[in-house]
């Protein structure tokens, strides 16, 4: 059976139509209804299933990726940073709209179920599959099956406290690290760090940092330094035998280098042999993920 995948985004909803063997066979891109009304959003994910049934010509599995997860509780999504979706059932209301059973799960847990499966991380045991864009998010894989954990919040290592007392988060905590790892993040302390011409976006400041810019530099080495520390947290708990990158901010090479080396100083161990990956499947790597949910893959 062909499977769609959804990737529900802040400003785009992507589909695809995935055949057994991982193939994409069909894609389709729509905008995120800007009225951020929850009923708009539920019409425009239920139209591209049905208009990516119609140009693949059979009824397919349907998983979808979203910012947030559903609680083992209520049922209903909780911790979307898409507001609107929070205290909502969107996979029962998602089933009722399209007459089948509807696989939901966290935007990073597909991330990191994509590339463990087919991925940068395939071949590995047990991956922490990591998304640093507009916000942070991880998730966990383990012999190509994703482990949710019972609450619906294993590789939430973005709303761990990272600097106490820090930045307000829209957890309504402080200091996590979604507050200084996202994209936001970097430009948050760029203008902490004085920034106030010049850099206007995450992009912008880490090429200035490469074109020697000294408040850049300096910002991304406190950057690389939060990074380094909120990783080897991670290590030191899972100890995965790879790490995946995802997102904007994946793109930075020097995670990959002085990150890494930074790394294993905060690492308890004498040594650090944890491979630390970009993404293998880039923008597409969610929405491959969200496909993957059903049928489970198995090892």
């Known amino acids: 059976m062909n499977r769609i995948g959804v990737d529900l985004g802040g400003t785009k909803i992507e589909g695809i139509v995935m055949d057994p063997s991982g193939r994409i066979t069909h894609r389709n891109r729509i905008p995120t209804p800007r009225s951020g009304i929850y009923q708009d959003i539920l019409d425009s994910l239920g139209k591209l299933v049905v208009d990516l049934e119609t140009s693949c010509g059979e009824r397919c599995s349907v998983g979808v990726g979203t910012p947030g997860?559903?609680?083992?509780?209520?049922?209903a999504l909780k911790n979307s940073n898409t507001l609107s979706l929070n205290g909502r059932p969107l996979k029962q209301d998602l089933e009722s709209l399209l007459e089948r059973e509807v696989r939901v799960e966290n935007d990073a847990n597909c991330f990191a179920l994509s590339e463990a499966t087919d991925g940068a991380a395939a071949g590995y045991g047990v991956v922490f599959g990591v998304i640093m864009g507009t916000g942070v998010g991880g998730g966990i894989v383990i012999d190509k099956r994703l482990h949710p954990g019972p609450q619906h919040i294993a590789g939430e290592w973005g709303h761990n406290t990272l600097v106490p007392d820090g930045r307000l988060c829209?957890?309504?905590?402080?200091?996590?690290?979604?507050?200084?790892?996202?994209?936001?993040?970097?430009?948050?302390?760029?203008?902490?760090?004085?920034?106030?011409?010049?850099?206007?976006?995450?992009?912008?400041?880490?090429?200035?940092?490469a074109t020697g810019d000294e408040r850049s530099?300096?910002?991304?080495?406190?950057?690389?330094?939060?990074?380094?520390?909120?990783?080897?947290?991670?290590?030191?708990?899972?100890d995965p035998d790879a790490i995946v990158l995802g997102g904007g901010m994946s793109n930075v090479q020097a995670l990959y280098a002085d990150g890494r080396q930074r790394i294993g100083s905060y690492v308890f161990n004498d040594e650090l042999t944890t491979p630390l990956l970009p993404n293998r499947h880039g923008d597409s790597s969610g929405v491959r993920g969200a496909a993957w949910l059903w049928p489970a893959p198995r090892a």
């Open 69 to 75: 997860a559903v609680s083992s509780l209520t049922g």
């Open 170 to 209: 829209y957890c309504g905590r402080r200091g996590c690290v979604e507050t200084y790892l996202s994209g936001p993040g970097l430009v948050a302390q760029w203008k902490e760090d004085g920034g106030t011409a010049g850099a206007v976006s995450a992009e912008q400041i880490v090429q200035q940092a």
């Open 217 to 238: 530099r300096s910002t991304m080495e406190r950057y690389i330094d939060h990074f380094s520390r909120a990783m080897a947290t991670v290590i030191n708990i899972l």
